[in-house]
T-cell receptor, first 113, second 111 residues
Framework: DAGVIQSPRHEVTEMGQEVTLRCKPI?????LFWYRQTMMRGLELLIY????????DSGMPEDRFSAKMPNASFSTLKIQPSEPRDSAVYFC???????????FGEGSRLTVL | GDSVTQMEGPVTLSEEAFLTINCTYTATGYPSLFWYVQYPGEGLQLLLKATKADDKGSNKGFEATYRKETTSFHLEKGSVQVSDSAVYFCALGGSNYKLTFGKGTLLTVNP
C-alpha cells in the first residue's frame, strides 16, 4: 500500500511568492494533519481535518497560511505571501479511525530566500 | 493543556551501550503514549506505543513502560547499534487522535 504522499519534496522560492504544498493521505484514513518542523520550535501542529472538515486550525501561524481538503484523497497547505521565517519542513500525516497511530509523509522542505 | 517534556539532546553513545531517553508528560484523562523515530531525510514513523497504565510497548529492541504514578514513558534499549542513529520523539494522544510531541532527542551511535 502506498503511504502518505507529499509534493514537492523540496521547494526554493523567493520572499513574497505563493507556495502550495500537497498531500495525498492513505486511502481510508479520515484524519489528516499538517505539521511544521524547525530546529528552533520542533514539531508544531498547524491544522487537522476529520472527514475533510477542518477541526482545529489554532496552530496556523497567521493569515498568510491556509489549508484545504476538497476531498478525502487530497489536501493543500498554501502560504501567500511567503517569508524567510516560513522556511521549514512541512509534514502531512494521516490516521485511520481507532488506530491512534499517525502515518507521516516524507515531508516538503521549504526554503524561502 | 497537554504537554510532553523529553530530555535535551544530543545523545552520543558507542555501539552496544545502554540507552535511556527520558520522557514525562502532563495530560488530562488517560492518554495513549507513543515513541516515534525520524531517520535522516525521512518522516516520522511509529516505534512503539502504550495505551494504558503499566503497559509496556516494545519494538526492535526498544522498550518503554507507561508509568501513571510518575507520568513518565522513558525509552530504553539494552544495546544500541549504529543504525539506531536518529531523532526520537515522545508523544501523547488524546481521544481526538491529535498527538502532542516532545521536542525530539537526537541520538548518534558511533561504531
Amino acid at each position: 500500500d502506498a503511504g502518505v504522499i507529499q509534493s514537492p519534496r523540496h521547494e526554493v522560492t523567493e520572499m513574497g511568492q505563493e507556495v502550495t504544498l500537497r498531500c495525498k493521505p492513505i486511502s481510508g484514513h479520515d484524519y489528516l494533519f499538517w505539521y511544521r518542523q524547525t530546529m528552533m520550535r520542533g514539531l508544531e501542529l498547524l491544522i487537522y481535518f476529520n472527514n475533510n472538515v477542518p477541526i482545529d486550525d489554532s496552530g496556523m501561524p497567521e493569515d498568510r497560511f491556509s489549508a484545504k481538503m476538497p476531498n478525502a484523497s487530497f489536501s493543500t497547505l498554501k502560504i501567500q505571501p511567503s517569508e524567510p521565517r516560513d522556511s521549514a519542513v512541512y509534514f502531512c500525516a494521516s490516521n485511520g479511525q481507532g488506530t491512534g497511530e499517525l502515518f507521516f509523509g516524507e515531508g516538503s522542505r521549504l526554503t524561502v530566500l | 493543556g497537554d504537554s510532553v517534556t523529553q530530555m535535551e539532546g544530543p545523545v552520543t553513545l558507542s555501539e552496544e551501550a545502554f540507552l535511556t531517553i527520558n520522557c514525562t508528560y502532563t495530560a488530562t484523562g488517560y492518554p495513549s503514549l507513543f515513541w516515534y523515530v525520524q531517520y535522516p531525510g525521512e518522516g516520522l514513523q511509529l516505534l512503539l506505543k502504550a495505551t494504558k497504565a503499566d503497559d509496556k510497548g516494545s519494538n526492535k529492541g526498544f522498550e518503554a513502560t507507561y508509568r501513571k504514578e510518575t507520568t513518565s514513558f522513558h525509552l530504553e534499549k539494552g544495546s544500541v547499534q549504529v543504525s539506531d542513529s536518529a531523532v526520537y520523539f515522545c508523544a501523547l494522544g488524546g481521544s481526538n487522535y491529535k498527538l502532542t510531541f516532545g521536542k525530539g532527542t537526537l541520538l548518534t551511535v558511533n561504531p
